[in-house]
DNA sequence: AATGCTAACTTCAGATTTTGAAGCGTGTCA
DNA sequence: TGACACGCTTCAAAATCTGAAGTTAGCATT
């Protein structure tokens, strides 16, 4: 299938997947949400090599997810800001966090509500009741489409 | 840098993306949570070449994010079923989901709340007010090992 | 006017990883 | 005896990534 195909399923985490599911990309978010901008900040801060680096701001630009942006005319400078798009990613990147940090322990990047003063580790809810969610809470349901595509799968296999 | 050495860094975000911020993996947690539980179901609805497949569900026990367990002795057959630990990373697949649902558009996953019945996107949450939250409202800061690092990485790169 | 510096990249060869097809082992069922 | 299912493993070719070095554009200093 190749990574590539991911882009053309009828299921929404694929689709996503396809274009932030690489571990430099995530680093890249991270970093943005950290209030890195420059190239070489990126690239000092993630460790990855420059050429992917350029290449993977190119996707996010693409993606709409940042946006390159001159700071300087002379001598030209960029820099790479988040889009809304890109800024909604937020609860992608604290829902790693927060696995990290219950799971994996040592080091912490502590979160403090600017609205009521508190420390405190967001948690998924329920929109409509307020209520915690996890993953027994909620039931999935696909679409026809999506659920006609995994049946096709399961029958062209043999 | 490499891939493998983010899991030696004192930021939380990147030690997790070194265990799941990959395509891969998380094409398999989608599966997982959709409850597919065996190697030719993951096989042939994420796409990944059984190779691929194996070395991954093998990292992904050693992380005890997996489980594998025997559900027949003769002939000996396994399934991967997730562990709380894995469970737990729901939280990042619904993320994504909601993101490609915004931005992407396309077919949808349609989520029920089994308590209160209302369909529903999850939204990250302040559990102390229980206001929605966004990038903007939420302060981060680093653990002091972690702004050392930092700082170390700027001044050693020149 | 030559040298050095910064920022934002690009280039390239060697190393590593991934893909896709094929095959294997164990055991059931007809 | 033969066909089939499942859970993988093997391998070579293709694609991708790494790390070091180089490039461009312009300002600043000697």
Redesign the interface.
Do not use: Y
């Given at each position: 299938?190749?990574?590539a195909?991911?882009a053309n399923t009828?299921?929404?985490?694929?689709?996503?997947?396809?274009?932030?599911?690489?571990?430099w990309v995530?680093?890249i978010l991270?970093e943005a949400?950290?209030g890195t901008r420059r190239f070489?900040?990126f690239q000092?801060?993630?460790?990855?090599s420059p050429h992917l680096l350029s290449q993977r701001l190119k996707q996010l630009c693409e993606d709409e997810i940042l946006q390159r942006r001159a700071y300087n005319a002379h001598p030209p400078r960029y820099e790479y800001l988040?889009t809304d798009?890109g800024?909604?990613?937020?609860?992608?990147?604290?829902?790693?966090?927060?696995?990290?940090?219950?799971?994996?322990g040592?080091?912490?990047?502590?979160?403090?509500?600017?609205?009521?003063g508190?420390r405190?580790?967001?948690?998924?809810?329920?929109?409509?009741?307020?209520?915690?969610?996890?993953?027994?809470?909620?039931?999935?349901?696909?679409?026809p489409?999506?659920k006609q595509e995994?049946k096709t799968?399961?029958e062209?296999?043999g």
């Open positions: 299938m190749g990574r195909d991911l009828s299921c929404p985490v694929s689709r996503v997947i396809e274009r932030v599911g690489d571990p995530l680093m991270r949400f950290l070489d900040d000092v801060q993630t460790g990855v988040l798009k800024r909604d990613l937020w609860p992608v990147i604290i829902a790693l966090r927060n696995w990290g940090q219950t799971w994996l040592g080091e912490t990047i502590t979160l403090t509500h600017k609205a009521c508190a405190i580790d967001p948690v998924m809810t329920c929109p409509d009741c307020g209520t915690p969610l996890g993953a027994r809470d909620v039931q999935a349901d696909l679409s489409e999506f995994r799968r399961r062209g296999k």
